[in-house]
């Protein structure tokens, strides 16, 4: 009884989930045979900036401003938001935000904490806030799984989600931290 409850709990949850994701990239379904038959081949245009340009953009957005969207980091789109940044003696602390950008849900959220005393870089601290259609869908199956007595936690659909999500959108945290450790270079 308890099994056939979380097969159809999990059954509905993957159709959700394919078809959120058909929905959103239509071409999801096929992109890996497409890869093979039809290669991307980057060219440097307005949206594919060459690494050493697209760091120079986020450290000035982040240092600087303006926010800059879109920009293109080792694979990644993220939006760069100018961050806080607060001086007293020696010490230079920078808060700031950067956004994964996300198309047709909601962005993954990174928040960073920078101290840099005396030209040395002293602390760093990186927060994120998972967006995509975990954050959406997880609570209402969540509660699903719930009212169906069905062992299944938010966290565990959470994991899932971030799962498929890696799968989908590939690991972008390692491009937001390699902004970041720029952004506390570059601080003065």
């Known amino acids: 009884m308890i099994m056939r409850k979380i097969m159809k709990v999990t059954s509905t949850a993957l159709l959700a989930t394919t078809f959120a994701v058909t929905s959103a990239y239509p071409s999801a379904a096929f992109a890996a045979s497409n890869e093979m038959v039809n290669p991307v081949v980057e060219t440097e245009t307005e949206t594919s900036i060459p690494l050493q340009n697209s760091m120079d953009k986020a450290v000035q957005a982040a240092l600087g401003g303006p926010e800059i969207k879109k920009l293109n980091v080792l694979g990644h789109e993220f939006n760069v938001k100018p961050a806080g ?3 007293k003696n020696e010490l230079t ?3 700031g935000q950067i956004s994964h950008h996300l198309s047709w849900r909601p962005d993954d959220q990174l928040y960073y904490h920078i101290e840099k005393e005396n030209g040395e870089v002293k602390k760093v601290e990186i927060k994120i ?3 995509g259609w975990t954050s959406l869908s997880a609570p209402f199956i ?3 799984a719930e009212k169906n007595d069905i062992p299944i936690t938010l966290e565990m659909i959470q994991e899932l989600g971030q799962k ?3 799968y989908i959108d590939g690991k972008w945290e390692y491009a937001a931290e390699t902004i970041v450790s720029t952004i506390a270079l570059h601080v003065e």
Do not use: E, N
């Open 142 to 144: 969540a509660t699903l």
């Open 85 to 87: 940044i607060t001086k």
């Open 164 to 166: 498929l999500g890696s």
């Open 93 to 95: 602390v920078v808060d």
């Open 129 to 131: 806030d998972r967006g």
